[in-house]
């Protein structure tokens, strides 16, 4: 079974903080992702990787940074936390190609950040 | 621009009865759609994969159809059980590797 496993189930940061969120995911999958879920909003993609050291905005990349220095370990960055940054984090991977029929995306358990 | 439909927003069904979700989309170009379901407080479980050229895809308990002429979908829970209680997610694939999502319908289950 494919596990992708974030580093903390809960954290509680203040305001200015760097943060750093970890995944690691154990299928050697090309490709990697951070989402933010938030009530009425649904997911929403903040930054995705297809390989080492690569990375690609998402739709709201604002206030975030992304480092994939191994291809198994995917980190979401907050430089200077905000309490608008108080979210559910979920990274996902997948292999190569989503279009592909074979091709899962499997999630994390996620990170519930709040920011006080 | 892309997006997905789904309603009901939120559900409520007696336990062993069943139900139907629906998921309509309107993405181009079309790869296949998925379903997913999340449990509270956890990551999002995939239930269905579906490309246009299949209709009906089961999972057990559930059991998911598309219909890629509408662009809708559905996912459909037989005797359902108090573990069904979650939200479920339809996203669909377009292109190379775009996902759309949409937000959600939360199902309780009650006893």
């Known amino acids: 079974d494919v596990k992708v496993t974030q580093s903390s189930r809960y954290l509680v940061k203040r305001t200015g903080e760097k943060v750093f969120l970890e995944c690691v995911q154990d299928?050697?999958?090309?490709?990697m992702f951070w989402y933010r879920q938030d009530p009425g909003l649904g997911l929403r993609l903040i930054y995705f990787?297809?390989?080492?050291?690569?990375?690609e905005k998402g739709d709201i990349p604002e206030g975030y940074s992304v480092s994939r220095e191994k291809k198994e370990r995917f980190s979401l960055i907050l430089e200077s936390a905000s309490t608008n940054q108080t979210s559910m984090y979920l990274c996902?991977?997948?292999?190569?190609?989503?279009?592909?029929?074979?091709?899962?995306?499997?999630f994390g358990n996620g990170t519930r950040l709040t920011v006080t | 621009k892309n997006q997905v439909e789904q309603s009901p927003q939120s559900l409520i069904i007696l336990e062993g009865k069943n139900c139907t979700l629906q998921?309509?989309?309107?993405?181009?170009?079309?790869?296949?759609l998925r379903w997913y379901k999340q449990d509270t407080g956890r990551g999002p479980v995939s239930l269905t994969i579906?490309?246009?050229?299949?209709n009906t895809k089961s999972n057990g308990r559930y059991t998911a159809t598309l219909d890629a002429d509408t662009k809708q979908s559905s996912l459909h829970i037989t005797a359902s059980q108090l573990s069904d209680s979650a939200s479920y997610i339809c996203?669909?694939?377009?292109?190379?590797?775009?996902?759309?999502f949409g937000k959600g319908t939360m199902l309780l289950v009650s006893p």
């Open positions: 996902a991977s997948s292999s190569i190609r989503l279009a592909t029929y074979n091709s899962p995306l499997h």
């Open positions: 299928m050697d999958h090309e490709n």
């Open positions: 990787s297809y390989d080492v050291k690569m990375k």
């Open positions: 998921c309509n989309y309107t993405v181009s170009p079309f790869s296949n």
């Open positions: 579906m490309t246009f050229s299949e």
């Open positions: 996203v669909v694939t377009s292109g190379y590797s775009t996902l759309t």
